[in-house]
Every structure is written in C-alpha cells, then in structure tokens.
C-alpha cells in the first residue's frame, strides 16, 4: 500500500523510526563549550542501538545489521554507561575487548555496560553474531577515545 506521495508506507515508518533513533543519539551527547576537566564522579550515558537494514531487488533480498551510532567518540578517563538497546534481531552477543568487556543483548531488551578508557586510540565493539558479511555484517562499532 502506497501513501500519497507514492512511497510505500513500510519506508514512511522506517524513515520515523531512523529520525527518532537520531534525536535520541543526539540528546545523549550534553552541550560542551570546553570540557578541559571530566569530574571523576560524573557518568556519560550513550544509547546504542542494534538496527537491521532491508533491501529486496526483483530477484534478491539483502540485509544487513549494524549498531547505531557506527562511531562513539569519548574523553581519555571518561566514565562511560553505555546502554545497548536491542532494537532488531532475536539477540546480539557483543564484546569490546579493549576493555574486557562481553555481554549479550536481546530484541526488546536493554543492556548497559560501564568501562573508562585509558588509553588514547579507536577500539571496536563487535557483535560477535554478525562479524562477517556471511552472517549479514560486519557489526561494529568503533569507540574512539580522545585526550580530556
């Protein structure tokens, strides 16, 4: 079924879902004129979503499943909370080895994980499900971590 401006209504409520994942990325991430000092007691909460791609030609269907933001950007020391909401897909083993860090997250679910980087550099978060394009991926997020 087509709506008036002869888009099917699936990619309307797609369109909806992406731009509130985006305002929700968004407001995650407070206003900072100049962070020269990070409060060892303060905590940043990030939302990251697992999300699932389709696109079907006249003889194939594909997808693919990501995290959503692709790109975390933090402060070296930084006390992090990242809240992994399972948005797509029955459920989604993930690890950050960089931090020691490995958990899983089921559709409908939300898990929350806490680490501070230390060390200055980009790291992956990978979800271990879809790690290749074979099973639909790769899934990655990359955490980078900048000077304070």
Do not use: W
């Not at 990030?46 to 003889?59: G, K, N, R």
């Not at 898990?111 to 271990?128: A, H, K, N, S």
């Amino acid at each position: 079924m087509r709506n008036k401006f002869g888009l099917p209504f699936r990619n309307i409520s797609i369109i909806l879902v992406l731009i509130q994942l985006s305002a929700i990325f968004i407001l995650s991430f407070p206003a900072q004129a100049s962070q020269s000092h990070i409060s060892p007691h303060s905590v940043r909460d990030i939302h990251l979503f697992t999300v699932e791609y389709q696109i079907q030609s006249t003889s194939t269907k594909k997808e693919v499943y990501r995290f959503d933001p692709g790109t975390l950007v933090v402060h070296q020391g930084e006390r992090i909370r990242l809240h992994i909401h399972g948005f797509h897909g029955k459920e989604h083993h993930f690890r950050i080895p960089a931090f020691q860090i490995q958990g899983k997250v089921k559709k409908g679910e939300t898990t929350t994980v806490t680490f501070t980087p230390q060390q200055l550099g980009t790291y992956e978060l990978i979800c271990d499900n879809h790690a290749s394009t074979s099973s639909f991926g790769p899934m990655i997020t990359y955490i980078t971590v900048i000077p304070s």
